[in-house]
T-cell receptor, first 112, second 112 residues
Framework: DVKVTQSSRYLVKRTGEKVFLECVQD?????MFWYRQDPGLGLRLIYF???????EKGDIPEGYSVSREKKERFSLILESASTNQTSMYLC???????????FGSGTRLTVV | GEDVEQSLFLSVREGDSSVINCTYT??????LYWYKQEPGAGLQLLTY?????DMKQDQRLTVLLNKKDKHLSLRIADTQTGDSAIYFC????????????FGSGTRLQVQP
């Protein structure tokens, strides 16, 4: 069964900390995505990557960065966590040229 | 810009049909998707429809697309308590963006 695995289900971090959210997929997908999900707002795209070492900004990239050193792994970095980054973070992947994405189970991040 | 809109909440009785509606603004959408999110889980692809189709049926699910009105609906026949979840409509376009644009999600509550 194909999988997108996010390293943590729940995280609590302090304001100002540097936070790493990890995502690994085993499907040899070219595209990987990070979304955040907030009630009433749906999913909003933070960053995506269509190849190793390639990245593009999504709709809400401010306060975030990403890293894709290997095809299977896509990391989301919060350089200095703030309380307004408390959210559910969802990683997804897809084949090149395909829109349908496979999602991970999500990481619920709380910044205190 | 792209915009996908859904109503936030729908309540039905077990055994009834559910109809979840979605409107989108971008006429260049090529695929439209329905995802399901159960509590505490990631998103699961339910079904999708290509923009040159007007209907797709898959067991209890029927997707209707009115391209002229940019309206998409998901009908669930014989709704069960296990169908209680958040349902997201999403669109993708044949552009380099590759990411999906999601609606805010419709919470379906099925009452016994």
């Amino acid at each position: 069964d194909v999988k997108v695995t996010q390293s943590s289900r729940y995280l609590v971090k302090r304001t100002g900390e540097k936070v790493f959210l990890e995502c690994v997929q085993d499907m040899d997908h070219e595209n990987m995505f990070w979304y955040r999900q907030d009630p009433g707002l749906g999913l909003r795209l933070i960053y995506f990557s269509y190849d190793v070492k390639m990245k593009e900004k999504g709709d809400i990239p401010e306060g975030y960065s990403v890293s894709r050193e290997k095809k299977e792994r896509f990391s989301l970095i919060l350089e200095s966590a703030s309380t307004n980054q408390t959210s559910m973070y969802l990683c997804a992947s897809s084949l090149a040229g395909q829109g349908a994405s496979t999602f991970g189970s999500g990481t619920r991040l709380t910044v205190v | 810009g792209e915009d996908v809109e859904q109503s936030l909440f729908l309540s039905v009785r077990e055994g009834d049909s559910s109809v979840i509606n979605c409107t989108y603004t971008d006429s260049s959408s090529t695929y439209l998707y329905w995802y399901k999110q159960e509590p505490g889980a990631g998103l699961q692809l339910l079904t999708y429809i290509f923009s040159n189709m007007d209907m797709k049926q898959d067991q209890r699910l029927t997707v209707l697309l009115n391209k002229k009105d940019k309206h998409l609906s998901l009908r669930i026949a014989d709704t069960q308590t296990g169908d209680s979840a958040i349902y997201f409509c999403a669109e993708s376009m044949d552009t380099g963006r590759r990411a999906l644009t999601f609606g805010s999600g419709t919470r379906l509550q099925v009452q016994p």
